[in-house]
């Protein structure tokens, strides 16, 4: 009974009047983010299971899971090394085991079927011994180098920026006159679009640019590189380009939390005879927990969506070096127009993007206890 | 002790401010050098003193060798338009979530939370796929309905003036204002859209001025977007314009330098006289997390 009425004033709360005119305050945002957000979102859970083209008249057909077993198919073979008349391991002139080539097992006429049109992305276990070694075969070895460009470029960025972030922080929210013109200078190649800082630091990343003159001055005999043309460098010279932009932005997150942390508690714990150290490690640091959540969520999604300096300086070369996730649907679904197999990796995208940001929730969730 | 000390951290700070600024002032000295110049600066600190013949060629030669005056208007009409429609749009769904009661609010909200963190990039190639399917009419040589809106100011607009960050911080605000002050209103017969025209939105200058901010910035630095659904001239945004300059064999540097600057500079005069709305938008979205 007490349920009853309970209800009845829950119902009343809403008028049928507010009801109309909340919804029509909130219909245009709704009917935006319904065609623009949440049609797309369902979108990229779906077409990766069709083979739908980008300006193809006709509907697309439904093919299950077959271009997520194109991206993802991977064997792993054991090669015997080829062995001399008496039975013994063959050896080449380093003393090193002769192995078959993998080609002859990719091959279309190749007797493992299943290994057709697949192509080596990693060997492993090599054993002198019993002349065997461990290959990875992948089915699209281009999808897999671009997943682990993707992961590694956050991985490097997310806790130097983050880092390097809170350092610039920490120096301009001492009192030191000027303090704001400094946080300005810092700030600024954030307001620089990501276009313009790729192609200014292009030029600087010449083999006999002004970043290879500068590191001749202070190590006599270094070898000109050419940072973006090697695939041992083109990935950290993106990498260094990229902090450079973006760094001031979460210096400015990293203030906003610094300055949330009451003076009293500074000035409680040096009547306590803490050091610098130790006024940062129990004061500073927990003071921060919430800044650190929201640093590291926002920079990780950001690297993951690693694009426009891969569009503009390196179109994913050199041999892939550079490729990254959303590089790849762009090329797969923009340039070669197959959506359905752009979209298979948009999917898997979007299902890093939901991992991290439930770790954040429980992150948050962790932090306010 | 003291003192040195603070001769440290002003020795860092500026060496940390010499590593931001220098490869921007490169970039504005040398769109005043002609090509051979700029180039042979760059092995020493001329490449940051505006020496030798100093001159605009590089910025009227941008001008002849592409529409940019065409580009220039196209990315503000978008920027501007967005902005725009986005705070019409985005504050009237965060009032009527921060202030009133209706059905389906909740799912609403949850809604527009989980797409919060959502990038663009995740969305882009189905969000291509749908633009490619919407019908439109055409008027060249007759009418009749074709498929897609490529090619045009809407497909650069419509989809970025809903913008679940925008209502997010607009709801943040709006829960700020203190209830009397609409039910005191409603009291006296205001209807809602007298309370957000006449009370809610001229209080929300700080929210609007920090809404207005993030929309613009990333609308004029757009580039994924309109390099898939751009391709007549005519539609351009500026961004784009660069492809001009590196696809090309001839790349001119001192043009490009010109061009880069005449891209930044203008963002970072916007920023400097309004630095106050950047500064506290940024650092208040990291704070409520």
């Known amino acids: 009974m007490i349920a009853l009425t309970e209800i009845s004033k829950k119902r009343k709360k809403i008028n049928f009047k507010d009801n109309k005119i909340g919804w029509l305050f909130a219909l245009p945002a709704v009917i935006l983010l319904l065609f623009f957000t949440v049609l797309p979102i369902a979108l990229s859970l779906t077409l990766g299971f069709t083979n739908a083209q980008l300006l193809e008249t006709s509907n697309p057909k439904f093919v299950g899971t077959q271009n997520f077993k194109s991206l993802l198919g991977m064997s792993e073979f054991t090669l015997h090394a080829s062995r001399n008349a008496d039975g013994s391991v063959a050896k080449d002139e380093h003393g090193k085991p002769v192995f078959p080539q993998v080609r002859s097992l990719t091959r279309p006429d190749s007797p493992y079927v299943h290994l057709r049109g697949m192509q080596e992305i990693y060997r492993f276990g090599e054993n002198d011994k019993s002349g065997t070694v461990h290959v990875i075969l992948a089915r699209d070895p281009t999808f897999w180098r671009s997943m682990t460009n993707t992961l590694f470029f956050a991985l490097v960025v997310v806790p130097l920026q983050g880092g390097l972030g809170l350092l610039l922080a920490l120096l301009v929210h001492q009192k030191l006159k000027g303090r704001n013109i400094f946080r300005t200078i810092y700030f600024i190649p954030t ?112 690297a993951l969506g690693l694009f426009t300096q891969i569009n503009v300086l390196t179109q994913g070369g050199p041999l892939n070096s550079t490729s990254t996730l959303v590089y790849q649907t762009f090329s797969r679904g923009y340039q070669e127009q197959q959506i359905g197999a752009a979209s298979s990796i948009s999917f898997i995208f979007f299902i890093l993007v939901l991992i991290i940001s439930l770790l954040q929730r429980i992150l948050t969730r962790k932090a306010d206890q | 002790m003291k003192t040195l000390s603070r001769v440290t951290l002003y020795t860092l700070m500026t060496i940390m401010s010499f590593v931001f600024l220098f490869p921007l002032v490169f970039m504005v000295i040398s769109s005043l050098k002609p090509d051979a110049q700029l180039l042979h600066d760059t092995t020493s600190l001329r490449a940051f003193i505006p020496t030798g013949s100093i001159s605009f060629k590089n910025y009227s030669g941008v001008f002849t060798r592409i529409p940019f005056f065409t580009f220039l208007f196209n990315s503000l009409l978008v920027s501007l338009i967005t902005v725009v429609l986005g705070l019409f749009v985005n504050s009237s769904i965060a009032f009527a979530i921060a202030r009133m009661k209706w059905k389906g609010k909740n799912f609403v909200m949850a809604i527009i939370l ?169 650092a208040t979205s990291g704070v409520k997390g």
């Open chain 2, 114 to 282: 989980a797409t919060l963190i959502l990038p663009f990039e995740v969305i882009a190639i189905p969000l291509l796929y749908i633009c490619a399917k919407i019908p439109s009419i055409s008027f060249t040589g007759g009418f009749h309905l074709t498929h897609g809106i490529f090619n045009s100011y809407q497909i650069q607009i419509l989809p970025f003036i809903a913008n679940a960050i925008s209502i997010f911080l607009f709801v943040q605000f709006f829960k700020t204002l203190p209830k009397d002050l609409d039910e005191a209103a409603r009291v006296d017969g205001a209807s809602w859209f007298l309370i957000y025209r006449k009370i809610a939105m001229p209080l929300a200058g700080p929210a609007i001025g920090t809404v207005a901010i993030l929309t613009f910035l990333p609308m004029w630095n757009s580039y994924l977007w309109p390099v898939m659904t751009i391709q007549d001239e005519r539609y351009r945004p500026i961004m784009i314009g660069l492809q001009y300059f590196y696809t090309n064999f001839q790349t001119s540097w001192g043009q490009i330098m010109a061009y880069l600057s005449l891209l930044t500079i203008p963002v970072v005069i916007l920023f400097l006289s309004m630095q106050r709305f950047f500064v506290t938008s940024i």
């Open chain 1, 191 to 302: 307001l620089t679009s990501m276009v313009v800082v790729s192609l200014l630091w292009q030029f600087l990343l010449q083999q006999n640019g002004m970043i290879n003159r500068a590191i001749h001055l202070v190590i006599p005999g270094y070898i000109n590189i050419d940072w973006l043309g090697n695939t041992h460098t083109s990935m950290y010279a993106i990498i260094g380009l990229s902090i450079w932009q973006a760094v001031g932005y979460h210096m400015i997150i990293w203030l906003g939390g610094l300055q949330t942390i009451p003076e009293e508690l500074y000035e409680a714990a040096r009547t306590d005879g803490a050091n610098k150290w130790q006024e940062f490690r129990y004061v500073t640091w927990p003071g921060l927990r919430h800044t650190l959540v929201f640093v590291l969520i926002t920079i990780t999604i950001a």
